[in-house]
Protein backbone atom coordinates (compact mmCIF):
# COMPACT_ATOMS: atom_id res chain seq x y z
CA UNK A 1 0.00 0.00 0.00
CA UNK A 2 1.56 3.02 -0.69
CA UNK A 3 2.25 6.33 1.86
CA UNK A 4 1.71 9.43 2.23
CA UNK A 5 4.44 12.01 1.97
CA UNK A 6 2.57 15.01 3.22
CA UNK A 7 3.33 15.96 7.08
CA UNK A 8 -0.03 16.56 9.02
CA UNK A 9 0.99 19.34 11.60
CA UNK A 10 -0.73 18.33 16.05
CA UNK A 11 -4.23 20.04 16.26
CA UNK A 12 -4.66 21.16 12.86
CA UNK A 13 -7.90 19.74 11.22
CA UNK A 14 -8.12 17.87 7.64
CA UNK A 15 -10.65 16.50 5.94
CA UNK A 16 -9.80 12.70 4.04
CA UNK A 17 -11.14 11.17 2.18
CA UNK A 18 -10.69 8.24 -1.25
CA UNK A 19 -12.42 6.15 -3.50
CA UNK A 20 -12.51 3.00 -4.88
CA UNK A 21 -9.93 2.32 -7.60
CA UNK A 22 -11.75 3.25 -10.50
CA UNK A 23 -14.55 4.14 -9.01
CA UNK A 24 -15.56 0.80 -7.53
CA UNK A 25 -17.96 -0.24 -4.93
CA UNK A 26 -16.52 -0.58 -1.73
CA UNK A 27 -19.21 -1.27 0.30
CA UNK A 28 -21.49 -3.92 -1.10
CA UNK A 29 -23.60 -4.80 1.69
CA UNK A 30 -24.36 -3.87 5.30
CA UNK A 31 -21.75 -6.01 6.76
CA UNK A 32 -19.20 -4.32 4.55
CA UNK A 33 -19.82 -0.68 6.62
CA UNK A 34 -20.48 -2.04 9.72
CA UNK A 35 -16.88 -3.78 9.31
CA UNK A 36 -15.83 -0.46 8.39
CA UNK A 37 -17.22 1.43 11.17
CA UNK A 38 -15.71 -0.96 13.66
CA UNK A 39 -12.54 -0.86 11.85
CA UNK A 40 -12.51 3.11 12.49
CA UNK A 41 -13.21 2.92 16.18
CA UNK A 42 -10.97 -0.09 16.49
CA UNK A 43 -7.73 1.44 14.37
CA UNK A 44 -7.68 4.84 16.29
CA UNK A 45 -4.78 3.39 18.57
CA UNK A 46 -1.22 2.62 19.04
CA UNK A 47 -1.75 -0.70 19.88
CA UNK A 48 -0.47 -3.41 17.13
CA UNK A 49 -4.29 -4.57 16.02
CA UNK A 50 -4.62 -8.45 15.56
CA UNK A 51 -8.69 -8.61 14.84
CA UNK A 52 -9.10 -12.21 15.71
CA UNK A 53 -8.03 -11.29 19.01
CA UNK A 54 -10.46 -8.88 19.82
CA UNK A 55 -13.56 -9.23 22.06
CA UNK A 56 -16.09 -6.65 23.48
CA UNK A 57 -13.36 -6.22 26.25
CA UNK A 58 -10.51 -4.68 24.59
CA UNK A 59 -9.71 -1.28 25.36
CA UNK A 60 -7.93 0.88 22.53
CA UNK A 61 -6.41 2.87 25.39
CA UNK A 62 -5.70 6.40 24.17
CA UNK A 63 -6.96 7.15 20.40
CA UNK A 64 -4.30 8.72 18.07
CA UNK A 65 -6.77 11.19 15.98
CA UNK A 66 -9.82 13.38 17.04
CA UNK A 67 -12.52 12.55 14.86
CA UNK A 68 -15.15 15.38 13.84
CA UNK A 69 -17.43 13.79 11.71
CA UNK A 70 -17.48 10.44 9.11
CA UNK A 71 -19.70 9.60 6.19
CA UNK A 72 -19.66 6.22 4.56
CA UNK A 73 -20.94 6.28 0.54
CA UNK A 74 -21.15 2.79 -1.56
CA UNK A 75 -17.52 4.12 -3.37
CA UNK A 76 -16.42 6.58 -1.34
CA UNK A 77 -15.61 7.71 2.60
CA UNK A 78 -15.11 11.13 4.35
CA UNK A 79 -13.51 11.75 7.55
CA UNK A 80 -13.25 14.95 9.36
CA UNK A 81 -10.25 14.67 11.90
CA UNK A 82 -7.68 16.60 14.32
CA UNK A 83 -4.26 15.33 14.35
CA UNK A 84 -3.34 14.68 17.74
CA UNK A 85 0.27 13.58 18.00
CA UNK A 86 3.02 12.89 15.56
CA UNK A 87 1.89 11.34 13.15
CA UNK A 88 -1.39 9.95 14.25
CA UNK A 89 -3.29 10.40 11.00
CA UNK A 90 -0.93 8.36 8.39
CA UNK A 91 -0.75 5.59 11.11
CA UNK A 92 -4.43 5.54 11.99
CA UNK A 93 -5.48 5.68 8.07
CA UNK A 94 -2.69 3.15 7.22
CA UNK A 95 -4.20 0.68 9.56
CA UNK A 96 -7.81 1.45 8.83
CA UNK A 97 -7.24 0.68 4.95
CA UNK A 98 -5.06 -1.89 5.23
CA UNK A 99 -7.44 -4.16 7.27
CA UNK A 100 -10.72 -3.19 5.29
CA UNK A 101 -8.74 -3.89 2.46
CA UNK A 102 -7.57 -7.55 3.69
CA UNK A 103 -11.12 -8.14 5.08
CA UNK A 104 -12.97 -7.28 1.32
CA UNK A 105 -10.58 -9.03 -0.73
CA UNK A 106 -10.62 -12.13 1.27
CA UNK A 107 -14.41 -11.64 1.76
CA UNK A 108 -14.90 -11.67 -2.01
CA UNK A 109 -12.08 -13.45 -3.17
CA UNK A 110 -9.96 -10.70 -5.36
CA UNK A 111 -6.88 -8.94 -4.90
CA UNK A 112 -5.30 -5.66 -5.71
CA UNK A 113 -5.41 -2.44 -4.62
CA UNK A 114 -9.07 -1.44 -3.25
CA UNK A 115 -8.86 2.02 -3.13
CA UNK A 116 -7.77 4.76 -5.56
CA UNK A 117 -4.15 5.13 -4.46
CA UNK A 118 -3.20 6.87 -1.35
CA UNK A 119 -5.80 8.83 0.65
CA UNK A 120 -6.54 12.42 -0.42
CA UNK A 121 -6.46 15.32 2.53
CA UNK A 122 -7.43 18.76 2.46
CA UNK A 123 -5.95 20.95 5.22
CA UNK A 124 -8.96 22.88 7.21
CA UNK A 125 -7.53 26.31 8.08
CA UNK A 126 -10.22 28.77 8.46
CA UNK A 127 -13.16 28.51 10.78
CA UNK A 128 -15.83 29.26 7.91
CA UNK A 129 -14.63 26.12 6.09
CA UNK A 130 -14.30 23.82 9.00
CA UNK A 131 -18.42 24.79 9.86
CA UNK A 132 -18.83 23.92 6.19
CA UNK A 133 -17.05 20.62 5.92
CA UNK A 134 -19.35 19.37 9.06
CA UNK A 135 -22.34 19.92 6.92
CA UNK A 136 -20.74 18.65 3.72
CA UNK A 137 -20.06 15.14 4.88
CA UNK A 138 -23.31 14.77 6.82
CA UNK A 139 -25.05 15.72 3.18
CA UNK A 140 -23.53 13.59 1.34
CA UNK A 141 -26.19 10.73 1.26
CA UNK A 142 -28.55 13.01 -0.27
CA UNK A 143 -26.64 12.06 -3.68
CA UNK A 144 -27.99 8.64 -3.73
CA UNK A 145 -31.46 9.55 -3.90
CA UNK A 146 -30.92 12.32 -6.08
CA UNK A 147 -27.56 12.75 -7.74
CA UNK A 148 -28.12 16.28 -8.89
CA UNK A 149 -29.99 17.78 -5.74
CA UNK A 150 -27.45 20.46 -5.69
CA UNK A 151 -27.96 21.92 -9.20
CA UNK A 152 -32.08 21.79 -8.64
CA UNK A 153 -33.83 24.68 -7.66
CA UNK A 154 -36.73 22.82 -6.93
CA UNK A 155 -35.87 19.97 -5.11
CA UNK A 156 -37.99 17.88 -2.33
CA UNK A 157 -36.44 19.49 0.81
CA UNK A 158 -37.90 18.04 3.40
CA UNK A 159 -37.58 14.20 1.81
CA UNK A 160 -33.34 15.15 1.14
CA UNK A 161 -33.66 15.88 4.91
CA UNK A 162 -35.57 12.93 6.07
CA UNK A 163 -32.74 10.58 4.07
CA UNK A 164 -30.01 11.92 5.43
CA UNK A 165 -31.10 12.59 8.87
CA UNK A 166 -31.89 8.95 8.87
CA UNK A 167 -28.74 7.95 7.09
CA UNK A 168 -27.18 4.66 8.88
CA UNK A 169 -23.59 5.60 8.13
CA UNK A 170 -22.19 9.00 9.06
CA UNK A 171 -21.50 10.69 12.04
CA UNK A 172 -25.13 12.43 12.20
CA UNK A 173 -26.29 10.00 13.97
CA UNK A 174 -24.00 9.90 16.50
CA UNK A 175 -24.64 13.94 16.98
CA UNK A 176 -28.20 12.92 17.33
CA UNK A 177 -28.24 10.42 19.51
CA UNK A 178 -25.18 11.98 21.54
CA UNK A 179 -24.15 8.58 21.72
CA UNK A 180 -20.29 9.26 21.46
CA UNK A 181 -17.60 6.02 20.11
CA UNK A 182 -15.84 7.18 16.92
CA UNK A 183 -16.05 11.08 17.02
CA UNK A 184 -15.28 12.78 19.88
CA UNK A 185 -16.78 16.34 19.60
CA UNK A 186 -15.17 17.46 22.52
CA UNK A 187 -12.09 18.43 20.41
CA UNK A 188 -13.63 20.34 17.84
CA UNK A 189 -15.76 23.76 17.88
CA UNK A 190 -18.96 23.84 19.56
CA UNK A 191 -20.98 24.28 16.11
CA UNK A 192 -23.88 21.91 17.06
CA UNK A 193 -24.45 21.69 20.42
CA UNK A 194 -27.97 20.17 19.85
CA UNK A 195 -29.46 18.24 17.20
CA UNK A 196 -31.58 20.97 16.15
CA UNK A 197 -28.29 22.77 15.45
CA UNK A 198 -27.77 20.03 13.26
CA UNK A 199 -31.63 20.15 11.64
CA UNK A 200 -31.45 23.57 11.24
CA UNK A 201 -28.29 23.60 9.10
CA UNK A 202 -28.82 21.16 7.04
CA UNK A 203 -32.10 22.44 5.73
CA UNK A 204 -30.43 25.69 5.57
CA UNK A 205 -28.00 24.19 3.14
CA UNK A 206 -30.57 21.86 1.14
CA UNK A 207 -32.77 25.29 1.05
CA UNK A 208 -30.10 27.41 -0.52
CA UNK A 209 -28.36 25.21 -3.34
CA UNK A 210 -25.17 26.42 -1.76
CA UNK A 211 -22.78 23.98 -1.13
CA UNK A 212 -20.26 23.07 -3.58
CA UNK A 213 -17.97 20.54 -3.88
CA UNK A 214 -14.77 19.83 -2.93
Known sequence: MALRKQDFEIDEYYHLYNRGTEKRIIFLDEQDYKHFLFLMYICNTQKSIVLREIDELFDRGEAIIEIGAYCLMPNHFHILVREKIENG??????????????????????????????????????????????????????????????????????????????????????????????????????????????????????????????
Do not use: C, Q
Open 89 to 214: ISTYMRKLLTAYSMYFNKKYKRSGKLYEGVFKSIHIDKDNYLKYIYSYIHLNPAKLIDKNWKEKKKKNVNKLFNYVFSYLYSSLREYKDKKYKIINPSKFPNYFENPSDHKNKLLEWLSFNNLENT
